[in-house]
């Protein structure tokens, strides 16, 4: 699970482009593919709803010991389309890359269903036509200059393998973080239980301890509710 939480971590940090390269990974992906992250998926879906709201999102959490607001900005980095519940898709995109590096031909291949217009390279209107009609032109500029490395105006196939450069460091950077931050919680936590059976500390008979639980892409995100789904109609607005 460390893992799954580090990528989740990840995504957050990622530009809206990436995130739509991602959930197209993510929709092609076969059942095979995604089976444990499947499993992982149903851990937070707890009633079986093929979605995830922020109070399942924010109970999975609270043994990983973050904060309220960590946790409120990892939930709407995982909402790409906005809708407040976090659907499959949306959590497979997020944690594809706990398998390590994505393979080139899964890059490839998204990339080829991205450039719409097939000259080899994503342009403004291939991204116009990628978020859809409600997208803005800063939106579209956004996502050019997110991934556009060698500023030409255009995202070539070398740019968008860019996107996914280091992205495992990264990942095992934040499992590494996450380990460490279970561990210090854990040991503080460990010291106030020590502390309280301790005849030398003082207790107030007002004062209890509590361990309980801490308080677009819109078809794309719901057209998938089981890995290995397919859906013709590709249509990506935000």
Not at 152 to 179: A, E, P, T
């Amino acid at each position: 699970m460390d893992h799954v939480q580090g990528a989740l971590e990840n995504f957050g940090t990622y530009g809206k482009f990436k995130k739509v390269a991602l959930m197209i990974i993510a929709h092609t992906s076969s059942v095979a593919e995604v089976q444990h992250l499947r499993q992982a998926f149903n851990t937070y879906d707890s009633d079986n709803r093929g979605t995830i709201s922020y109070s399942q999102f924010k109970s999975a959490l609270h043994s990983f010991f973050y904060s309220d607001e960590e946790i409120d900005l990892m939930f709407r980095a995982l909402d790409v389309d906005e809708r407040g519940i976090i659907h499959y898709t949306e959590f497979l995109a997020a944690t594809l890359e706990t398998h390590g590096m994505i393979e080139e031909d899964r890059i490839a291949e998204c990339f080829d269903r991205l450039d719409n217009s097939s000259t080899g390279y994503i342009s403004k209107e291939d991204l116009y036509g990628i978020l859809g009609p409600e997208c803005t032109d800063e939106d579209v500029d956004n996502c050019m200059a997110e991934a556009d490395f060698d500023c030409d105006n255009m995202i070539s196939y070398d740019d968008f393998l860019m996107l996914f450069h280091d992205q495992q460091q990264n990942l095992d950077d934040n499992v590494q973080k996450i380990v460490l931050r279970r561990r210090h919680s854990l040991t503080n936590l460990n010291d106030i239980r020590s502390s309280s059976r301790s005849p030398k500390a003082s207790r107030s008979p007002k004062t209890r301890l509590s361990c309980g639980s801490a308080g677009g892409i819109d078809h794309l995100s719901a057209s998938m509710s089981t890995a290995g789904e397919t859906c013709d109609d590709w249509n990506y607005v935000v």
